[in-house]
């Protein structure tokens, strides 16, 4: 299996004895456990899987192909004592998801330790066809809920109204939980990149921005569309909404395998700064997506990655002018070998309604 041979090269690259992995997104993707409490130790020849009783019969369902361990303990006395029982000397651990005090337990029961970055992130990288089927399937549950939310999107209709809708049809939809609370922003509001829902009421002239996800299988969606009422400011809505289209469009085109990242970032941003509306637009152009909503590849000035073949992530250019209102599309594409899908469907046209 790719996943877990491509982990015991680094177990030998890192020289450790073995590796402990904590990050339960990391868990999910190695062993298939879906619960919210579990970690592994991977050896050379021996993977296991560690949780508690609540998680016993869980376990033996989903975790195929691991020694399953189910542990009465605290978690370091636990890895502890596995350490021991294997030989571990050296145990490799993922540096983002361990706490200080957990480390400082650590150290004091003299296992040697060395810190992973971005160990099993590398792996999460390049989508097999199963996860891939699975984010399509979060994209389909995403857009059918807002087809459906459409009909309530109207002068009157508040923020808050508008999201617990878009929530409850995403859980209609299929979606077991959602990446993360949907955003309304309407108006001034919709200028806020990241704006919690509140009870401000849609009305003529206002820009309403909807950012959310569906779900599949722990696997994630993330969409953003941008809608005018009409009013006043039409004319200045549909000049930004053009900007930040023709920026996406750039960027989807730059997003091509073998292109850094840094650069398809440059193609949306360069056109937005050449728009005259270089500091309104202050956040990466995208990221990846899978089992966590944000995750590599990152898409931004300051990205090392490089679009390769299988990788999955969003293109999210915005406009946000304080005092006025802003505009957000975005959408989620998968890099194949000659080329770019767009895996999102909904329509990317300004909709005035
Ligand atoms: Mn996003």
Redesign the pocket.
């Known amino acids: 299996m790719r996943k877990s041979s491509l982990l015991k090269r680094s177990i030998s690259e890192f020289c450790v004895d073995g590796i402990l992995i904590t990050d339960i997104a990391n868990v999910r993707y190695l062993s298939g456990f879906t619960g919210s409490s579990g970690f592994l130790i991977i050896t050379k020849n021996r993977p296991i899987f560690v949780t508690d009783f609540r998680y016993q019969e869980q376990a033996k369902k989903e975790v195929k192909s691991f020694k399953i361990i189910i542990q009465n303990v605290e978690l370091t006395e636990c890895i502890k004592k596995l350490a021991s029982k294997y030989r571990i000397q050296k145990l490799g651990f993922e540096a983002h998801s361990i706490s200080y005090q957990t480390y400082k337990k650590l150290l004091r029961d003299n296992i040697k330790l060395r810190a992973l970055f971005d160990t099993v992130e590398a792996l999460r990288l390049i989508k097999s066809r199963e996860e891939l089927s699975c984010i399509k399937t979060a994209i389909r549950r995403a857009e059918n809920a807002f087809k459906k939310l459409r009909r309530f999107i109207k002068v009157g209709v508040t923020e808050h109204e508008l999201a617990i809708k878009l929530e409850g049809l995403l859980r209609e939809e299929g979606c077991k939980n959602v990446p993360f609370g949907v955003i309304v922003a309407a108006g001034l509001r919709s200028a806020l990149p990241h704006a919690q829902p509140t009870n401000k009421a849609l009305k003529r002239g206002d820009f309403v921005l909807f950012d959310w996800g569906g779900e599949c299988d722990g696997y994630y969606s993330?969409m953003t569309r941008t809608v005018a009422i009409k009013g006043r400011y039409l004319q200045k809505h549909k000049e930004l909404y053009s900007i930040v289209l023709n920026a996406q469009e750039r960027a989807l085109k730059a997003a091509q395998p073998g292109t850094k990242a840094a650069l398809i970032d440059a193609a949306a941003r360069d056109f937005i700064a050449a728009q005259g509306y270089k500091k309104h637009f202050g956040h990466g152009t995208g990221?990846g997506i899978g089992l966590a909503v944000h995750e590599r590849p990152v898409i931004s000035w300051q990205s090392k990655d490089t679009a390769e073949e299988g990788m999955v992530f969003?293109i999210?250019p915005g406009i946000y002018v304080p005092g006025f209102g802003g505009v957000r599309i975005?959408d989620v594409v998968h890099i194949k070998k000659n080329g770019l899908a767009v895996l999102t469907t909904l329509p990317r046209n300004l909709k005035v309604l």
């Open positions: 993330d990221h969003t999210e975005e």
